[in-house]
C-alpha cells in the first residue's frame, strides 16, 4: 500500500526564511540574563536606551572579563557571576545600543588592522615552516597539546 505524499505545512515553508532564534544556546541566554539582572540590580535596566552606551566601557569590561576568564577565574568574586556571562552582556549592550541608535561611538580611529593580520598570518606560517617540531604547549590543566 503505497503512502500518499503528505503536502509541507506552508507556516513550515515559511519559518525556513525567518531567522531561527532556536540557534542561540539556552544557557548562553541564561549567562547573558544573570549578567544582566545584575546590571539591572546595580544601574537599572535598559539604562543605556535612556542615557546611551560608550562602545569604550563595554569593550572594555567585555575584554577585562574575557580576560579574567581566560586566565583561570571563573566569577567574580564579589557576586559570583561567571566572567562570560559578563562579558556576553557587554556584548548585549554594544548590540543593543548601536540597533537603538544609543551608542556612543567613541572608539579610536580606524587602523588597517586586516591588512596587517593578514601579513601576521603571513608570518605564523613561516614560523609553522621554520619549526615544524616544535614543543608542545603547556597548559594549566596539566595537559600538553600541540599548537
Known amino acids: 500500500m503505497d503512502k500518499k505524499p503528505t503536502n509541507p505545512n506552508p507556516k513550515d515553508r515559511a519559518a525556513t526564511s ?3 532564534l532556536s540557534l542561540f544556546p539556552a544557557t548562553a541566554r541564561a549567562y547573558g540574563a ?3 539582572t545584575e546590571g539591572d540590580c546595580k544601574y537599572g535596566g535598559y539604562n543605556w ?6 562602545a569604550s566601557v563595554y569593550y572594555s569590561a567585555a575584554s577585562r572579563h574575557l580576560e579574567k576568564w581566560y586566565n583561570g577565574e571563573e566569577c567574580d568574586d564579589k557576586t ?3 566572567h562570560l556571562a559578563s562579558a556576553l552582556a ?8 548601536s540597533e537603538c541608535g544609543k551608542l556612543t561611538d567613541d572608539r ?3 587602523a588597517p588592522v ?5 601579513r601576521m598570518e603571513y608570518l605564523v606560517a613561516r614560523l609553522h615552516t621554520l619549526f615544524p617540531e616544535g614543543p608542545v604547549r603547556h597548559t594549566e590543566a596539566g595537559k600538553s597539546i600541540a599548537p
Open 34 to 36: 544573570l549578567a544582566l
Open 80 to 82: 559570583g557571576v561567571p
Open 90 to 97: 557587554s556584548i548585549a549592550v554594544l548590540i543593543d545600543a
Open 49 to 54: 536606551r535612556d542615557a546611551s552606551a560608550c
Open 108 to 110: 579610536p580611529p580606524v
Open 18 to 20: 525567518r531567522l531561527d
Open 114 to 118: 586586516q591588512e596587517m593580520l593578514a
